[in-house]
DNA sequence: TATAAAAACGATCATACGTTCGTATCTTGA
DNA sequence: TCAAGATACGAACGTATGATCGTTTTTATA
């Protein structure tokens, strides 16, 4: 046997992504084996090098793709808007809808972090970077325009992106709280604790 | 050879538990090694055996005696305030100087949940919320009393607890920020976002 | 001082890991 | 239609892992 009728590379490479993403998300990278991965996706463990170069790089694969996707995404969300209390109100909605729909990605992206090398590590970072700064930006602009009374804007920054970032470790959507009330408080929270 | 001059089981078993809350932070629990650990206090990896029961049963110790030490820290913090506001405000500055202080143990509670044994984890989950309620009280108090104003007390809560325990990924005792204002930011942030 | 317990060594076990490789089969484009 | 490339198999490699065990030396107790 070789083989397999019906085989096709992009196929294959979307179920490796998928089921990595679960099973890192599930166990952890280090713990996660390629044979468990294979198996997962009726694959021997050898196969899966026709579609990744290395564990790790499936890894970086999975987590950049994620930031990319995210930093995308919050352009979108945010395009257009002027106004620095629309966009916080913009982001908040923005952060805790994309968080919720990909917590296994954000989890990922946040806790195995450690297990890239220092070179992939930097890449990941950097782009972090520039989400935190979209960010900063809202609110220095808020600040310098009255609206906001901000001691310290990356340090609020960080602040309040922990606690939006919060949700991935608790927050069930089929839950007692839905996606609605959930945005509603949280905004509250950030927005009248900002405000001037 | 054999046993070592000098060699005391509690002072080993101390070693074992400092090394182990090192390389656990610094790589996951999956990465380090028995052997790796041993290495780092002098020690050949079998002789472990003579401390522990097994890896798992470190990882369990090391969380387990980090929430109780947090649980009984915090009681002490808290210790007949009686007003809701003043106990929001010790809470606060409490929970950031332990969580600046054992950033370490911090990190391995909760990234590391998902590598303990089910029993084990539902009883480092039960302490948790045990944690989490205590501030949940206060929150009820507080709104019970006219102070403050909170639609959903343990989803704020939890969003206040992830924004504080935040600062574990990112704060350096050395940097910039000093450790009162900090405390004086968050403070504001939570405080203003909660107020009636 | 005699003796039991504690603590460490060093060898070893079975197993699991990431990765490579030669080979066989399927798919696709000329 | 047929050759070339893509995809998968299955066996294997070297290495590392958590854990066990018999033995030896030190410490502490009585």
Request: net charge positive.
């Amino acid at each position: 046997m070789a083989r397999t009728a019906g085989s096709s590379g992009e196929k294959t490479l979307a179920a490796i992504r998928e089921a990595g993403l679960d099973l890192i998300h599930a166990h952890g990278y280090e713990a996660m084996s390629l044979r468990q991965l294979a198996a997962r996706i009726g694959l021997q463990p050898g196969s899966l090098y026709n579609h990744i170069e290395t564990k790790q790089d499936l890894l970086f694969d999975l987590i950049h793709n994620h930031m990319v996707t995210l930093l995308a995404s919050l352009e979108e969300a945010l395009g257009g808007i002027d106004d620095p209390l629309e966009a916080l109100k913009a982001f908040i909605a923005f952060h805790l809808t994309y968080h919720i729909e990909r917590k296994r990605e954000v989890f990922i992206g946040s806790s195995e972090l450690r297990s890239l090398a220092p070179k992939s590590r930097r890449k990941i970072v950097a782009l972090r970077r520039t989400y935190e700064d979209r960010l900063c930006a809202i609110l220095k602009q808020g600040t310098a325009r009255g609206l906001f009374k901000i001691e310290d804007v990356r340090v609020s920054a960080y602040a309040i992106l922990a606690m939006l970032t919060g949700i991935c470790t608790w927050y069930d959507a089929k839950g007692r709280i839905g996606r609605k009330k959930l945005i509603d408080i949280h905004t509250r929270l950030v927005l009248q604790g900002v405000m001037k």
